[in-house]
């Protein structure tokens, strides 16, 4: 059956010049070659990457609440302050002092510790948190803390709003003179998403603190030292084949000291070396001086996020450079073997046997079956003969004691030119499993690169679209827009990731969360503050995606041809064929999705994302503007009309015999 149409069809995809209005004389042929199936996907195809970029990990997906909990920014008191009080001699001015201090503390790795003294009953002070705190109406909250006192017994807890109203309290008491943890929970008795901790003394003397924290009880599956569950919620609707982990330029650090380091990010909380958080000071016009890593968040909880959200761990390692748009400070080669080791070292950490030290520290840690890890990264964005020469001695020392291991490789910052092509030159000789390309480029350039991997050599590495967003205005401008006009160009260029699935093997969106008191980067597929968070048009392209990726290819034509944008996978697990066809033009367009010679009929599940508006965008007043909507179509003797709306994604999920 074909329908009768007399609409016009505005051959004007976004981007594309604009044409004359024209009649759509026929609708659109969509031919799904179901009887010839192709390669089988990577079941990992469509996953997230996880970077400590605009708070996303602390102040973010990690809910500590406290700000500087362990005394070891660089400016020691930092999210600290004295409450200001009239004392008895009738001053204004605070009843006591403090001061952070480094004799006899906690433990080597935290250092400093603040040192109270309290001159007057009710000496207080307060924690800000990370730009406010949120607290929820009836949700409680692990308050704790290390303490040894030289006399007082116990630290009264607040929690209030910024007119000072009390929303939660309680007490930590028993103190001895030897450092201990002492906690206790408070319940919040309204919502506000700028509250802040008061501390208060209530007895003379001095106090020595640290670690201290208030933390959310209901975190993901109720993990003590858990994520914030709204956050994780919205990735595990996205079900992901993979998650990338800890970034990003994060892995390199500016110079070497701060590179990402995954053995101190494991074990004791108190016992991880709080570090400055690269994305502190790399923006001129966005600074951040309180942007640190506490790694409460760290490798253990990356691979358990892992688990939990049901993807595969891809974690990547600093192969000895530090970030080449900073220092590219390069350990010498003589030294790389402390790099490797932390490589195999992990691998162990991860897969290891119990019996093994690394394996006995996950399984101490809460895990004693193995995370089954079967990926890892050997550097972030990195380029150049350096590199290689790196690369070449983490591949030895990896391929020889982990075979089972893939080795993913960069081909550096941009996906195109120097030194994109000598870095692919390189690859194709030494063979990683895996390349690692990074495209932040306009929309424009998505929609025109739907091609790009048709011609690539399909016996050479196969391809990690690793780091790609459409940048609305520009690389790194702050006016980006997590808008519709870049989410459906993403959505075009996904549909030739897809028919290149023999090739491309993964691919996520970066970066993936950010806060909207404390981003450095936009845009960004999750935006969050102290209390919700939302998915924005590109999280909801990605989520479209990953829950309709199928198991093996189907070739469909046209591929990409005035605006349409199409690719098909069977879904051998639920026998169901899955059609994405992405309409890039203003207008309706009538299309017939001719599974040629099946024969079949039934009614297939619809899933579409649209919007009139290219400038459209989800926000927190608005979190569902551009969000999947679930509709279905039939299917009539091997043919499926349907009108794809303007600007819209659209994938049918059709049952097969
Ligand atoms: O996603 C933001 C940054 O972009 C990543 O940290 C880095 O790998 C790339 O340059």
Redesign the pocket.
């Known amino acids: 059956m074909r329908p009768s149409l007399c609409i016009s069809l505005l051959v004007v995809a976004i981007g594309h010049a604009v044409a004359p209005s024209q009649e759509q004389a026929n609708p659109v042929v969509v031919h799904v070659d179901v009887a010839h199936p192709g390669a089988a996907l990577s079941p990992q195809m469509f996953g997230v990457?996880f970077?400590d970029?605009n708070f996303a990990a602390d102040g973010g997906l990690y809910p500590e609440l406290v700000k500087n909990r362990s005394f070891e920014f660089s400016e020691p008191l930092m999210g600290w302050h004295e409450t200001l009080a009239v004392n008895a001699q009738g001053l204004v001015g605070p009843k006591g002092e403090m001061d952070v201090r480094g004799e006899n503390p906690l433990n080597a790795t935290n250092p400093h510790y603040l040192r109270v003294r309290a001159y007057e009953l009710g000496y207080s002070f307060y924690n800000t948190g990370f730009r406010g705190m949120g607290v929820q109406s009836g949700a409680e909250y692990r308050f704790s803390a290390y303490v040894r006192s030289m006399g007082p017994k116990s630290i009264r807890a607040t929690v209030t709003d910024a007119a000072g109203k009390v929303l939660a309290s309680g007490k930590l008491e028993g103190f001895t003179g030897r450092w201990q943890r002492y906690e206790t929970v408070l319940r919040a008795e309204a919502t506000d998403d700028h509250a802040q901790l008061n501390l208060i003394l209530d007895n003379k003397g001095e106090v020595d603190l640290d670690m201290v924290s208030l933390f959310p009880v209901d975190t993901w599956k109720g993990r003590p030292n858990g994520l914030r569950k709204d956050l994780v919620q919205l990735l595990y609707d996205m079900h992901p084949g993979f998650i990338r982990f800890p970034?990003?330029?994060?892995v390199e650090g500016r110079q070497l000291l701060t590179r990402y380091r995954w053995k101190t990010t494991v074990g004791d909380i108190a016992k991880r070396q709080t570090i400055i958080n690269r994305w502190n000071d790399e923006f001129d016009q966005r600074p951040a001086p309180d942007y640190f890593q506490s790694f409460g968040l760290g490798f253990y909880e990356y691979f358990q996020l892992a688990e939990d959200i049901g993807a595969r761990p891809l974690p990547i390692l600093n192969c000895g450079m530090a970030c080449q748009?900073n220092s590219s400070e390069t350990a010498r080669m003589e030294d790389l073997h402390e790099y490797i080791q932390d490589a195999l070292d992990l691998i162990e950490f991860a897969n290891g046997p119990v019996s093994t030290p690394w394996g006995k520290l996950r399984a101490e840690m809460g895990h004693p079956a193995p995370f089954q890890m079967e990926m890892l990264g050997v550097g972030?964005?990195q380029w150049g003969p350096r590199y290689v020469e790196r690369y070449k001695l983490f591949a030895a020392a990896l391929r020889a004691k982990h075979p089972e291991i893939k080795l993913v490789a960069s081909a550096g910052?941009a996906p195109y030119g120097e030194p994109f092509n000598s870095m692919w030159t390189a690859w194709r000789e030494l063979k990683p499993d895996i390349v690692d390309e990074?495209s932040?480029m306009s929309p424009e350039w998505f929609l025109s690169n739907t091609h790009r991997y048709d011609k690539y050599d399909r016996s050479g590495p196969k391809v990690f679209v690793g780091?790609y967003a459409a940048q609305t205005a520009g690389m790194a401008r702050d006016d980006n827009r997590n808008n519709w006009r870049g989410a459906i160009a993403e959505a075009a260029y996904m549909t030739g990731l897809e028919r290149n699935g023999d090739v491309v093997r993964m691919a996520s969106y970066?970066?993936l969360m950010a806060n909207v008191h404390a981003w450095q980067?936009t845009p960004d597929a999750i935006w969050f503050n102290n209390l919700r968070a939302y998915g924005t048009p590109n999280y909801y392209v990605q989520s479209v995606f990953a829950n309709n990726a199928g198991t093996r290819l189907v070739p469909a034509t046209p591929r990409a041809e005035n605006g349409l944008y199409t690719s098909a996978a069977m879904d051998e697990r639920t026998h169901e064929l899955i059609v994405k066809a992405i309409n890039t033009t203003a207008d309706r367009m009538q299309t017939e999705i001719d599974l040629d010679g099946s024969g079949v009929s039934g009614t297939a599940k619809a899933t579409v994302l649209e919007s009139a508006d290219l400038n459209a965008e989800n926000s927190f007043e608005h979190p569902r503007a551009v969000t999947p909507q679930q509709e279905s179509a039939e299917v009539h003797a091997g043919r499926l009309a349907v009108a794809l709306a303007p600007y819209s994604l659209n994938v049918y999920r059709i049952p097969m015999q």
């Open positions: 990457f970077e970029i970034g990003g330029c994060i748009f972030n964005e910052p990074h932040y780091e970066a970066p980067w």
